[in-house]
């Protein structure tokens, strides 16, 4: 009885420490410089998370532009910790999920503080002028969070993200070396237009020849079978509510246009492509599939992302060799400002292409510790942050055959090895 009654008063210690804890924690977030409010959110992989309210400037050069609230979600393990701040390029919405965790934060036992990037779902400014969406203020926004977080979290910080997340990793980098100790960006691109220009030729090369001939195969069956592909396609828009600014067979055409670029980027499997004889239906869901109408319709989630591109990450083109004769469509230059623009923006946004030069110009003339992560195959490496002779920090490693799915953990081992116990190495200095 004694023995129970022991374990029992235990338990409620521990019970009362991790509630002393988690209020105490909640304390310290809600008395940070910018904190609006604080609200514990339900977490598997960590012993604390909270979702945190942080007030930030629409431009933070001009204070009468008035200010908005960005999610930030802080992801708790320990004051002397190591803290990995995620520079999202998107929402936030993901890592609100109980199961989240950041693979350097399951790799090096950090806590983590994700940043949801400004314009997207609720880190929204009201009223939403386009004007301040722009690569520098998303800068500011990040080093106004890590500037207020290191005073709960002196240890050692890492930056990182993934695809746009990754290419904000090296713009937040070049604005600011020195907020944090080092950055592995993964399979962000450093884009030099808004159609860059180098992608169409890396999807003539990448993968095998049999492989490419298979994808342009069924864009040309997609196209040659448009009789009865085109009003499956219109059903299916007509059934989701999209909304398009061009004509139901411009839509398809950019389907067509889009697929071996998203094919490529995921990986996908080539034995999955049916063959140019197969039934309208099947071709039409496959096509859906992979490369879906939604990407073009209006107003949906990524017109943020669309306005960033349009001034100042860049995009890519579209390949048409081969196709010509099957499109609507005379040429597909322009289409991001033509079609995917919010309609205020059309024909009003310039390119800007001095983010992608200072990125540039940082790699090539600093050693910043970074890790670069990409895949061979993923069309978004043909514009890779390039891999500077003489370097000792910047390290470029490429998954071979990997797509944009490109991680650490996925890395064949001698590469896993080697960039494991190179981010250790900095962890211990």
């Given at each position: ?10 338990c ?5 420490a991790?509630?002393a ?7 310290k977030l ?22 945190v ?13 008035g ?7 802080v992801c708790?393990?320990g004051?002397?910790k ?21 693979e350097l ?8 503080i ?7 779902l609720d880190?929204?400014?009201?009223p939403?002028?386009?004007?301040y ?13 890590n ?8 240890g050692k910080?890492?930056t990182t993200?993934?695809?746009k997340?990754?290419q904000?990793?090296?713009i ?8 944090v ?11 030099t ?8 030729p890396?999807l ?10 298979k994808?342009?195969?069924f ?18 828009i ?6 398009f ?13 889009e ?17 140019a ?13 992979d490369?879906?109408?939604?990407y073009?319709a209006e107003?949906q989630?990524?017109i943020p992302?669309?306005v960033q ?20 469509i ?8 033509r079609?995917?623009l ?25 050693d ?6 990409y895949g ?6 043909a ?18 055959r ?11 081992p ?9 981010i ?6």
């Amino acid at each position: 009885m004694k023995r129970k009654l022991s374990l029992i008063l235990f338990c409620c210690l521990w019970v009362f420490a991790a509630v002393a804890a988690d209020s105490d924690l909640a304390k310290k977030l809600s008395n940070l410089p910018g904190v609006k409010s604080v609200e514990k959110l339900e977490s598997e992989k960590f012993p604390e998370k909270y979702l945190v309210r942080f007030e930030q400037q629409v431009d933070p050069k001009d204070p009468s532009a008035g200010t908005f609230t960005q999610r930030v979600i802080v992801c708790h393990k320990g004051y002397d910790k190591p803290t990995v701040q995620v520079t999202e390029g998107y929402g936030a919405q993901y890592a609100l999920w109980p199961r989240y965790e950041d693979e350097l934060s399951r790799l090096f036992d950090t806590n983590v503080i994700f940043v949801e990037h400004r314009y997207f779902l609720d880190s929204t400014p009201d009223p939403c002028n386009w004007d301040y969406l722009t690569a520098e203020n998303s800068a500011y926004d990040l080093h106004n969070v890590n500037k207020a977080f290191k005073q709960l979290y002196p240890g050692k910080w890492i930056t990182t993200g993934v695809s746009k997340g990754g290419q904000t990793t090296m713009i937040y980098r070049s604005f600011f070396p020195d907020d944090v100790d080092f950055s592995v960006p993964y399979v962000g691109p450093l884009n030099t237009a808004v159609e860059d220009g180098r992608h169409e030729p890396f999807l003539r090369v990448v993968g095998t020849p049999a492989e490419r001939k298979k994808i342009h195969d069924f864009q040309r069956a997609a196209l040659k079978r448009r009789a009865e592909i085109q009003p499956l396609m219109e059903n299916y828009i007509k059934e989701k509510g999209y909304k398009f600014r061009i004509p139901m067979e411009e839509v398809l055409d950019f389907c067509v246009l889009e697929y071996p670029f998203a094919f490529w980027q995921w990986g996908n499997d080539v034995n999955k492509i049916p063959a140019a004889d197969a039934d309208a239906e099947t071709i039409f869901k496959h096509l859906i599939s992979d490369s879906g109408p939604e990407y073009f319709a209006e107003d949906q989630p990524n017109i943020p992302f669309f306005v960033q591109a349009a001034r100042e990450l860049g995009y890519y083109g579209y390949d048409t060799v081969g196709l010509e004769d099957l499109l609507s469509i005379k040429t597909p230059d322009g289409y991001l400002n033509r079609i995917m623009l919010p309609a205020e923006l059309v024909d009003k946004i310039e390119w800007r292409p001095e983010v992608s030069q200072q990125v540039y110009e940082y790699l090539k003339n600093n050693d910043p510790k970074m890790i670069f992560i990409y895949g061979e195959i993923d069309p978004w490496s043909a514009t890779a942050a390039p891999a500077f002779p003489g370097k000792v920090n910047e390290q470029v490693y490429v998954q071979p055959r990997g797509s944009h799915k490109a991680r650490i953990s996925n890395m064949p081992p001698e590469m896993k090895d080697k960039i494991m116990k190179q981010i250790n190495a900095w962890l211990a200095e």
